[in-house]
Structure formats: structure tokens, C-alpha cells
């Protein structure tokens, strides 16, 4: 918990920071009067004043904000009540104000990704390869419809596939709809409708298809029934009772109807064949015998132009999805439980924490694109409101009465807060106890 709260005020903090420094440093270089610059929110604690601009901390540390003389009506003034303001900046200057947090946290974004692409990043390397489905898991929903395995997925609702990160990301976000699939089979097209199942209280999807995996012994788990019989890493299956196997998704198949009966696998190993005796475990009815299901993967290590280029790659990629997923939304199309919120945010944050620097430093690049994107939008009271705001005045050539920006900004303030409500629920729920969430979402 102490290091899920610390990561946590520590990515939003850093994050927050840099995007009112964003702020801050437009309005410098434009020659904008700024009476504050806080890092911490609530009573002063310590400052300096310099050039105009009071630099403190305050008691909250948690972010903080930048007052921009001229910049218009902001938030402070829906919490403190409307006051006399200040002649406005030309709106050319307001927008370029407002602009730079939003891409202040973008570039960082490509920092952070590139600085995490620098230390290396591991992947699985299929997701870079094309969808050809490798294993379709029996009475899933893919086991229900027209797709076998060795089927190319050219397209999802019509968006090509070129590769498996993009069709994890179509299903996934496809929990409980219908999806139509282009799949290629020998050589010719078919048309396949699905609804993948929405599983976890994340509503993901579930379709049951996965990649082609070699069956080769990549990590025996200790004291299981293969580790015993004498298996060893890089050995590859090649049968089991005499019944061949291409992958390992065979060895699924093969194995888990035999619980606690000996079967005989023949094992590939450099250039000879070996045949052990195994008895596998009972799992619930299920027989296993202890070899992990894993997908090899590469680490990238790059140098820092390549990193900051895959950096600024991951970050087009991300940015598409983003959108996507927000149409989905807009559309009913995927589920409110995907979105995480403060709790979720803490909870990964803390784990990225203890998986390494590294892993939190890739986070942060992640949430500062978010943040950064989200501030564009164009929702009153963030900086996309108030650009927007700006292209509509632009387009009358008359600023709006100080009055109506002002409500326009409670509008946004309170749809923030019911937006906050919202994902504060989808957290509380994703940490409910099983027996509290079947009571109260299965009946």
C-alpha cells in the first residue's frame, strides 16, 4: 500500500509538474506575466520571488499549477468565486500558452519511452508478427464459429491487422459485442462474426484464439511431474502417446484429459529422440504436468536516437489506440470498467515500482501521453475547452462576456467530477472481495 501511494504521488506529481512547466515556460518566452508557480497545491510553505513570479512549495505534494496573468478564467475562480480579471492576452497567445502542457507532456512521453527503450524493453516477439491463429481454445467463443487454426486474420469491423498487438487490442476491447473477422484460409477470404466473452471486472475480451507456439520446453516448474521424469529446457515434444505434436497448445490437448494416468511423451533432444513415462497431476480434473506456457520474447536495446524514434513511434501507435478506445466508449462500443482511475493507477504504479525503475519510468511515459491527450480534448474547464473556446471566439472575432466562460467552466467542473465518480466506482469494484462483487453485480 505505502509503495502503491508513493509511486503513485510520484508519477502524477512529476507529471503534473512538468505539465504546468509547459505552461510556465510558453508564457515566459511570450513575455506573459506569471504571478505563480507552485509545486504542491494548498497553504504556502516555502518560496522565493523572482522576475515577478512567486516560486514555492506548498502542502499538498501533489502536482501543482502556474497563474497566468491575461490567461482567462480557470479553475480557481469555480473554487473562490469570480473576481476581477486582468486585460486578456491576445487569443493567438493564449492558445500557445495553452497548448504547451498538453505537448509538454507529449514530448516527455517520447522521452520516457525512449529512455525506456535505452535500459531495453522485453516483448513477446509474435505480437510483431502477423495473426495467423495458432491454437482456438475448446468452447470458447472462437471455438464456436467458423475460425481453425493456420487462419490469417486480415481484419476486425473492417481495421486491418497487420500484426498480433493489434488484433490483442481489437478483442480486448471487444467484450460482449460482435466483431466481424477477414480471415484468410487457403488462400481465400471468409467473413466470421464473434462475440467475445467479457471476462474480469475489467470487462476485457476473451476469444479464445491464440499465436503459434512451438512445443519446446522453454521453463519446467519445480517439483512437477515433468521436472521429475527428467525433462530438460530446449527439449521439444514431438508426441505424446504417439500422437503427434506440432505446438504446444497440442500438449494442452493431449495431456489434460489423463489426470493421475501415465502417458509417454517422446521428447526431441540435439540429435536423438528420448521417450519418459509421465503421470500427470490432477488439476481440478485436468491433467498437467508442469511445463510453462511461454512465449519467447526479445529484449530492445536501443541507442538514443533509435530509442527516442521507437519512442516517438510507440507514442503514434498509443495515441491511435487511445482514440479508438475513446470511440468505442462514445459508442457503447466497449466497456466504462476499462478505464482505471486514482486506485488503479496507484495499484500499477506500484507494481511498476517494484518490478524496477525501468518498468516505472515506461509507466510514465504511458500516463504522460494520457495526460497529455487527455487535456486536448475538448472538455470546458482543460485546456481543450479553452481552446476551443478561443477557435469559436476567433471565429465570431469577440471574446464572450467573462460570465459565460464562467459557466461554461462549471459545466466542465462538474461533468470532471461526475467523470471522477464514475472511474472512482470502476476502481472500488475491480478490489471488491469475490463473494461482495458476485452478491452485488451476480445476484
Known amino acids: ?15 503534473i509538474v512538468l505539465h504546468e512547466a509547459g505552461h510556465f515556460a ?63 492576452l491576445p487569443r493567438w497567445k493564449r492558445a500557445l500558452i495553452l497548448l504547451a502542457g498538453p505537448l509538454t507532456n507529449i514530448a516527455a512521453a517520447v522521452v520516457f519511452l525512449g529512455a ?4 531495453g524493453v522485453e516483448s513477446p516477439i509474435y505480437l510483431e508478427q502477423p495473426p495467423r491463429i495458432g491454437w482456438i481454445d475448446p468452447d470458447s467463443p472462437a471455438d464456436g464459429v467458423d475460425l481453425q487454426p493456420n487462419d490469417l486474420v486480415r481484419s476486425v469491423d473492417g481495421r486491418s491487422m497487420p500484426t498480433w498487438r493489434e488484433l490483442e487490442m481489437a478483442l480486448i476491447t471487444a467484450g ?46 519445480p517439483g512437477e511431474p515433468a521436472a521429475r521424469a527428467g525433462l530438460a529446457v530446449g527439449d521439444r515434444i514431438v508426441a505424446v502417446n504417439n500422437q503427434p505434436v506440432a505446438q504446444f497448445y497440442d500438449l494442452i490437448r493431449l495431456i489434460s484429459p489423463h489426470p493421475n494416468e501415465s502417458i509417454t511423451l517422446e521428447v526431441q ?6 521417450q519418459f513415462a509421465i503421470t500427470p497431476a490432477d ?8 511445463i510453462a506456457l511461454i512465449y519467447p520474447s526479445e529484449i530492445r536495446k536501443l541507442s538514443a536516437p533509435a530509442a527516442l524514434v521507437a519512442g516517438a513511434g510507440e ?14 466508449l462514445l459508442t457503447r462500443k466497449a466497456s466504462m470498467r476499462q478505464i482505471s482511475g486514482p486506485i488503479d493507477i496507484a495499484r500499477i504504479s506500484g507494481e511498476a515500482a517494484r518490478s524496477g525503475f525501468h518498468t516505472l519510468v515506461r509507466l510514465m511515459g504511458l500516463i504522460s501521453l494520457q495526460l497529455g491527450i487527455f487535456n486536448l480534448l475538448p472538455i470546458p474547464i482543460l485546456d481543450g475547452g479553452h481552446l476551443t473556446i478561443l477557435a469559436f471566439e476567433s471565429t465570431i472575432r469577440r471574446d464572450l462576456p467573462l460570465r459565460t466562460k464562467e459557466r461554461i467552466l462549471e459545466i466542465g467542473f462538474y461533468l470532471l467530477i461526475l467523470l471522477f465518480v464514475v472511474v472512482m466506482f470502476n476502481d472500488i469494484v475491480k478490489i471488491l472481495p469475490e463473494s461482495v462483487y458476485r452478491l452485488i453485480f451476480k445476484g
Open 1 to 15: 500500500m505505502l509503495t502503491s501511494l508513493l509511486a503513485f504521488v510520484f508519477v502524477l506529481g512529476v507529471l
Open 26 to 88: 510558453a508564457a515566459r518566452l511570450l513575455g506573459a506575466p506569471v504571478e505563480v508557480f507552485s509545486v504542491g497545491f494548498g497553504k504556502r510553505l516555502w518560496g522565493l520571488r523572482r522576475g515577478g513570479t512567486d516560486y514555492r512549495l506548498s502542502a499538498i505534494p501533489f502536482g501543482g499549477y502556474v497563474r497566468i496573468v491575461g490567461l482567462g478564467p480557470d479553475e480557481s475562480d469555480i473554487v473562490g468565486g469570480s473576481h476581477a480579471q486582468p486585460e486578456l
Open 116 to 119: 525506456a527503450f535505452m535500459a
Open 176 to 221: 460482449g459485442r460482435e466483431i466481424t473477422l477477414e480471415v484468410e484460409r487457403n488462400g481465400a477470404l471468409h467473413t466470421v462474426r464473434m462475440t467475445p466473452e467479457a471476462v474480469t471486472r475489467y470487462q476485457f475480451g476473451y476469444s479464445g484464439i491464440a499465436a503459434p507456439l512451438d512445443p519446446v520446453v522453454v521453463q519446467l516448474l
Open 269 to 274: 533432444r540435439g540429435g536423438e529422440r528420448k
Open 283 to 290: 488439476y481440478g480434473g485436468e491433467g498437467r504436468i508442469g
Open 315 to 328: 507514442c503514434v501507435r498509443m495515441t491511435q489506440e487511445t482514440f479508438r478506445v475513446i470511440g468505442r
